[in-house]
């Protein structure tokens, strides 16, 4: 069973920064295509930004793309997600999963609330 372990959120003001990180334990990890997705209150969750291929690919969705980052550490099967300039909107419960195909299962996720 994939086990993925989210960290790194918390309160930032608008135009901070954040940086995730997501722990995955899958033996495969450097193989597959990984994801950040997002929930905000009330909304569906949404794909932020994905990283896949190689040699690596990246893709934003437009309203993250030239703010979000997304990286990965192969050697220590973790993913990262680094957000500058956080907007209100950027406010939610940030999850990582396998992209495109998810994992059954999801994390915790963390929490990123963003203040004026």
Not at 14 to 23: D, F
Not at 77 to 89: A, F, H, I, P, V
């Amino acid at each position: 069973q994939v086990q993925l372990v989210e960290s790194g959120g918390g309160l930032a003001q608008t135009g901070g920064s954040l940086r995730l990180s997501c722990e995955v334990s899958t033996p495969n990890f450097s193989s597959i295509g990984m994801g950040w997705f997002r929930q905000a209150p009330g909304k569906a969750r949404e794909l932020v930004a994905a990283i896949f291929g190689e040699p690596s690919q990246t893709y934003y969705i437009p309203s993250v793309k030239g703010r979000f980052t997304i990286s990965r550490d192969n050697a220590k099967s973790t993913l990262n997600l680094q957000m500058n300039g956080l907007k209100l909107e950027d406010t939610a419960v940030y999850y990582c999963n396998k992209y495109p195909v998810r994992f059954d299962t999801w994390g915790q996720g963390t929490q990123v609330t963003v203040s004026s």
